[in-house]
């Protein structure tokens, strides 16, 4: 059985889905009609700062996606955003000393702007990572948003590094869509679907690459206000415990004691802030990698065997029995029921 939320649904800034609006008259249909369908006011676009709950933001998409036939419509919405889209956390970004220091103060602080999803950054060797994962269960036109967020980090590191930066290999976990002719158009840089992650790989060089337009005061200053935002937020642990450790497992680091360690804590320290929030650690480990399986069965190819390593499990075995548990179904009679193909076996 799935383990239950131990807080409040995730949110994510209007800001970085501003394009819809414009994106849809493109598409010859009137945004006031579809918002009215979707129950949507217009006048949440009229402030960037705006909130709408993750989930309803993937059913805005969906319908978006249904109504215009555009099955790359989450791309067109991301390709015109930016740093300026992430708000403040977007501003602080931009004033960072150099490309690693600003895709760190992104992956630190993008929870103000995004509740819904995490960014990582990971360097290996002469090769870094920067991608998005989407942990709000239950969320329709997934693949959309990660798409478009894919999008809006292609754009921030262009701004960052210049005209010059080139992605090594843009990474989708999901699978192909049915056109990937925009894909190669914007992007132009090699494609990769059914992978583990949404991400942008490049050569690790470019983060020590210096941001010449940086003004230190106003980084002070707007570092300033996202400490305050933090204090005023400390209070949601459980909700900070799970956007780390969906970094974690893409990296797999996500044993109680490696988590523990990065909120510069003993392990009992963890446990015992999680049981005051009335949740433990067990259960939201449970829940992230439900979440992050069921992204994988769902929209992606992927081998049982190739989700199980993905999620740190010893083989395919492991990884079912773990499902099963959660779900009450084998993964693979999950992946048939949900892609309405005949009945599945033990």
């Not at 930016?82 to 602080?92: D, E, I, Q, T």
């Not at 103060?105 to 090769?127: E, F, K, W």
């Amino acid at each position: 059985m799935r383990a239950k939320r131990a807080f409040g649904e995730a949110v994510i800034r209007i800001g970085g889905a501003a394009a819809i609006p414009a994106v849809l008259r493109d598409h010859r249909v009137d945004p006031a009609e579809l918002l009215a369908e979707a129950g949507i006011s217009p006048s949440l676009f009229d402030d960037p700062d705006n909130m709408i709950p993750f989930v309803s933001l993937g059913r805005l998409v969906a319908l978006c996606v249904a109504r215009t036939g555009c099955s790359h419509f989450g791309l067109l919405v991301g390709q015109q955003g930016g740093p300026a889209s992430l708000g403040l956390v977007g501003f602080l970004v931009q004033h960072s000393p150099d490309v690693a220091t600003a895709l760190r103060t992104l992956v630190r602080y993008l929870h103000h702007h995004d509740r819904g999803a995490v960014p990582t950054l990971v360097i290996n060797g002469n090769s870094a990572l920067f991608g998005y994962a989407i942990y709000q269960p239950a969320v329709e036109a997934a693949e959309q948003i990660a798409d478009g967020a894919i999008a809006v980090a292609f754009n921030i590191m262009r701004r960052l590094c210049g005209p010059g930066w080139q992605a090594s290999e843009v990474l989708f976990a999901h699978r192909e869509p049915p056109d990937i002719g925009p894909f190669r158009r914007f992007f132009q840089s090699p494609l990769r679907f059914d992978a583990e992650h949404n991400a942008l790989l490049f050569p690790a060089e470019w983060l020590t690459r210096p941001l010449a337009a940086a003004d230190p005061e106003l980084r002070r200053l707007l570092q300033k206000q996202i400490d305050e935002l933090e204090a005023r937020t400390a209070g949601d642990f459980p909700h900070q415990v799970q956007r780390v450790l969906r970094t974690a497992l893409l990296t797999h680091g996500a044993a109680a004691g490696q988590v523990a360690a990065l909120f510069s804590m003993h392990v009992r320290t963890l446990n015992r802030h999680l049981r005051a929030c009335g949740t433990t650690f067990q259960q939201l480990s449970d829940e992230v990698r439900f979440e992050i399986a069921r992204q994988m069965l769902d929209d992606s190819t992927m081998t049982l065997s190739e989700i199980a390593a993905a999620l740190a499990y010893a083989d395919a075995s492991a990884f079912s029995r773990a499902f099963s548990r959660w779900s009450g179904v084998t993964p693979r009679c999950w992946r048939v029921a949900r892609s309405s193909s005949p009945g599945c076996g033990s």
